[in-house]
């Protein structure tokens, strides 16, 4: 198969049958309504299961249901329906089921609007549901990214047993690009007889709950559960750095889709001769500490630009990975608007320290 | 190289579908593109548009606040984004339906009356295939046969619209050849 | 030569002793489940769902796999598994707050597709768990913790009639209402039951039965007085019966109930 023109969101729908996941429960809300829609008339012709929920509520608790089965299945959402999401995702956490979420994240709060947003970067690394838990998160930047994720997200989700979720915004969701579905590699669904709950045939029954009324038993569960995350945090960090001429004094943090954005930043100072790099963190659960870490104790690194569509929420993942030892600052736009790069060139050149007497020369 | 598009009109000019035209023929040759659309409500009969990006490089940010080139398919379009374009490029200007010109100096401004030479073709739904021959014409962002070669692709499931279409982007092409001439 | 047996627990539960408050009938429905299970034959292919209320430890009761559902959303647990594996008998065992108040939406729209599940609905009229508050099947007057006064319709409207709710939908399903407050009840229900589980079996249709119940210990009633109290207070208001069979089509809702007079 060629490169294809798709839409995000179909393209999502696409490789989630790729990645043996053809088993989908959702509820419409803009800006991820074509993966239910690409869904619908897809499924029937893989033998799918294609189901839309009367709520995200419904749907997210159909996930738990399903999940049971051992069978990867997946759903999708937007921000409002997220937070009604938020209820199975702590279930399905604590019951160690593996399956994918996807937010399409839009302006908030409240009905906020339907335009791309990163808002939902605190609820979806720290915060997405009651008790103590998380969930993976991947945050692609690209279309084929988002696709390339899928892949990952349901083998991730097998290898833990921890939900995985892909933190897309409105713009991956509705925009097309070019699409290689050759160049994907599908893992193999992991077998998960040992606790499916399949039918007690010839052996013990197999019950998944999340009640420990013991406290006892509880902490033990949820020691279980930190030990996980332990193991995710030493073995899931991913990202990438961009550009730079060799000693980049300012570092542009960003994710997903104001990373892409960032990028075009980047090229264009570089090409002046300025000497600037992208640190994009691709999973923020884990976030990438250890390569941060590395990168804030360079000598040529001034200080941290910080660019979100929010009000700054990765920025403290930031500060604290690189114990705020060089200045952060932050550029941020809401409400659904994209930044532009000349406005973070704008704000590059306004926030960047320079040496006075010095006069460097750009060299390749 | 990267050049960006934006086509613009009200929503049933099939705006959208005439910049994934657009973004296929550069798939086609080979290039990196974006298709980007506006969405929500305002898609549903109000203002549309699409910004489409094709590059020989991997795109960095697909949103673009000024682009090269404007496809302004009614008034409201031309009047709200005739200055956001590059100094330099095209503003292709449908004027079966907007009577105005473009005020700006710094531009290339081509007339294209595009329902009226679908309309001559009766294919009154083409305007929009008569916008994107003109726009390759004058762009030459991707080649004509490209754009040409698919059209039945597109129109797999509808044979019967493969001619009439093909028509109409080669008139669009032919008029926009023309009204070049006389700016260039 | 040994003896005959001629009474023993089903196979589909467990030995464990329950942790229900003397004279608390699910037992009695548990048995009931359990014992259809058993005749059917669908033990090692049945998959439960348990509700969060009284019954949320069922599993350990019943002898088949079982999954613990989300307060009131056992019913798109139970979705999302037979969706998934359609070959296998699922269902969900949830009282009435789980099903009528905070899963009201889950189990509406679950009998409005038609999922192929049987739903075991306990009806005691009252939150168990939780320790005795209005459900929203509480009776007019009854006294509960929430409605010290007794229940008053006029402020907390009237008490929710599921079987009759979900009666009313177009789409083909069995729905009934039994009761278990005495042992010729109990037998009529569990037929009630079997069928609920063969309709599913034979990927007939959506099922419920509903089961009036007891609750002795936040009724403030000796067992007894509870199934008394029951028979002559609940009865009246929840009449027992088949109130929709697939069979039956979108007619038979006047016919069965005589609504229409």
């Known amino acids: 198969m060629a490169k294809k023109l798709m839409k995000g969101n179909e393209a999502i729908g696409e490789a989630a049958i790729h990645a043996g996941a053809a088993r989908y429960f959702a509820y419409p809300i803009t800006p991820q309504t074509e993966v239910a829609e690409y869904l619908a008339r897809r499924m029937p012709e893989v033998g799918g299961v294609f189901l839309q929920a009367e709520s995200e509520l419904g749907a997210a608790n159909m996930i738990f249901g399903a999940a049971s089965s051992g069978k990867r299945v997946f759903t999708s959402s937007s921000s409002p329906g997220v937070s009604l999401m938020s209820e199975a995702l702590s279930y399905i956490t604590s019951a160690e089921l593996p399956c994918v979420f996807i937010n399409v994240c839009r302006a908030g709060p409240g009905l906020g609007g339907i335009l791309p947003s990163q808002g939902d970067y605190f609820q979806a690394t720290r915060a997405s549901g009651h008790g103590d838990f998380h969930l993976i998160v991947l945050a692609p930047s690209t279309v084929q990214e988002a696709v390339e994720h899928m892949m990952i997200a349901f083998d991730l989700s097998d290898k833990y047993r921890n939900p995985v979720m892909i933190f897309a915004d409105g713009l991956i969701g509705q925009m097309m690009e070019p699409v290689d579905f050759d160049a994907i590699k599908p893992g193999t669904p992991a077998d998960h007889s040992a606790w499916a709950t399949t039918g007690a045939k010839g052996r013990e029954k197999h019950v998944i709950k999340t009640l420990y009324l013991n406290p006892l038993d509880n902490e033990a569960h949820n020691r279980h559960l930190a030990a996980k995350y332990v193991e995710i945090t030493k073995n899931e960090q991913k990202h990438e750095i961009y550009g730079g001429l060799g000693k980049p004094s300012l570092i542009l943090t960003a994710f997903g889709t104001s990373a892409r954005v960032c990028k075009t930043a980047v090229d264009v100072l570089n090409e002046e001769g300025i000497d600037i790099a992208l640190f994009r963190p691709i999973s923020i659960y884990p976030f990438p500490a250890k390569a941060l870490d590395v990168l804030s104790r360079k000598q040529h690194v001034k200080q941290f630009l910080d660019v979100e569509m929010n009000n700054g929420q990765m920025i403290e993942d930031i500060r604290l990975y690189t114990r705020s030892a060089k200045p952060i600052s932050f550029f941020g736009r809401q409400g659904g608007i994209v930044p532009s790069p000349e406005e973070i060139i704008d704000e590059i050149r306004k926030v960047m320290i320079v040496d006075k007497p010095k006069k460097k020369a750009a060299k390749k | ?184 | 030569m040994a003896a005959n047996t001629i009474f023993e627990k089903p196979v589909a539960m467990t030995d464990n002793h329950t942790h229900y408050c003397p004279g608390c009938t699910h037992g009695v429905a548990h048995r009931l489940v359990a014992e259809v299970l058993d005749e059917l034959g669908m033990r090692e292919r049945t998959i439960g769902v348990a509700p969060v209320g009284c019954s949320v430890l069922c599993y350990n009761y019943f002898d088949c796999d079982f999954l613990e559902a989300a307060h009131g959303r056992a019913p798109a647990f139970a979705t999302g598994m037979k969706r998934v594996c359609p070959e296998k008998i699922v269902f969900a065992y949830q009282g009435d707050g789980d099903l009528a108040s905070i899963g009201g939406n889950e189990i509406l729209h679950a009998a409005n597709r038609g999922e192929k599940i049987t739903v075991i609905f306990v009806n005691n009229a009252i939150y168990g768990m939780t320790g005795g508050q209005m459900a929203p099947t509480t009776l007019p007057g009854q006294v509960t913790t929430t409605s010290p006064m007794g229940r008053d319709v006029e402020l907390t409207g009237w008490p929710i009639r599921m079987r009759e709710l979900l009666s009313s939908l177009r789409t083909p399903a069995y729905i009934a209402r039994g009761s278990i407050h005495s042992p010729q009840e109990s037998i009529i229900t569990k037929q009630y039951v079997r069928k609920a589980f063969q309709y599913q079996d034979k990927n007939t249709c959506f099922s419920m039965v509903e089961i009036l119940s007891t609750c002795p210990t936040n009724w403030g009633m000796t067992p007894t007085d509870s199934t008394k109290w029951l028979k002559e207070n609940m009865i009246p208001y929840y009449p027992l019966g088949e109130l929709k069979t697939p069979e039956g089509g979108d007619g038979n809702f006047e016919r069965m109930t005589g609504i229409s007079e």
């Open chain 2, 1 to 184: 190289m990267q050049r960006e598009v934006k086509f613009a009109g009200f929503g049933g000019q099939g705006i959208l579908s005439a910049g994934k035209f657009l973004a296929d023929g550069a798939l086609e040759e080979g290039k990196e593109v974006a298709w980007v659309p506006s969405y929500g409500p305002e898609m549903r009969g109000g203002t549309a548009y699409c910004t489409i990006v094709i590059a020989d490089h991997p795109i960095g940010s697909p949103v673009v606040n000024t682009p090269y080139d404007l496809v302004a398919m009614n008034r409201p379009s031309l009047e709200k984004f005739e200055n956001t374009t590059k100094a330099g490029g095209f503003i292709l200007v449908n004027s079966s339906l907007i009577p105005d010109r473009v005020t700006r100096t710094d531009v290339h401004e081509i007339l294209v009356p595009c329902n009226d030479i679908a309309m001559k073709l009766k294919n009154n739904r083409a305007a929009n295939m008569v916008a994107l021959g003109a726009y390759v014409a004058c762009s030459g962002v991707v080649s004509l046969e490209t754009i040409i070669a698919h059209v039945p692709v597109t129109f797999a499931r509808k044979p019967q619209f493969v001619e009439a279409n093909i028509a109409c982007i080669k008139e669009g092409a032919k008029i926009a050849r023309q009204a070049l001439e006389k700016v260039l």
